[in-house]
């Protein structure tokens, strides 16, 4: 079985379907570490890591922004003084696409 950070990101246009509730379920139980708040009506895929120092988040954030590029898929990150929050959701349907669990998943491998 194919683990979703092995997964490539499909092309994702205004109008494609958000995950549906079961879909939800079964891709946020392969992502433990990661929420999924609501935002002004948004649904996102939200995690945060600590690290030492800033050094170490701000080195971390670059491989998430070269990630995105490479995938054409981006995420908020807010670096911060040993910490990073990394917040995926899919601008062009408001809301979690199937992408944001790969770029999840995928993000976690970069550690
Ligand atoms: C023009 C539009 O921003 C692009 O097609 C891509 C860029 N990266 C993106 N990233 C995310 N998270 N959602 C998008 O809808 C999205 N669209």
Redesign the pocket.
């Known amino acids: 079985m194919t683990t979703l950070s092995e997964m490539k990101c499909e092309a994702?246009q205004a109008g494609a379907p958000q995950v549906s509730d079961i879909e939800l379920a079964e891709l946020i139980g392969q992502l433990p570490d990661w929420s999924t708040p609501v935002r002004a009506g948004v649904m996102q895929l939200e995690r945060v890591y600590t690290f030492k120092n800033f050094k170490q988040a701000w080195a971390f954030s670059n491989k998430i922004a070269e990630l995105?590029e490479a995938e054409?898929?981006?995420?908020g990150i807010l670096l911060e003084w040993g910490k990073v929050t990394v917040t995926?959701?899919?601008?062009?349907?408001s809301g979690l696409h199937r992408n944001?669990f790969i770029m999840a998943a995928k993000t976690d491998q970069l550690l």
């Open positions: 994702c995105a054409f898929h981006h995420p995926w959701w899919t601008h062009a349907i944001d």
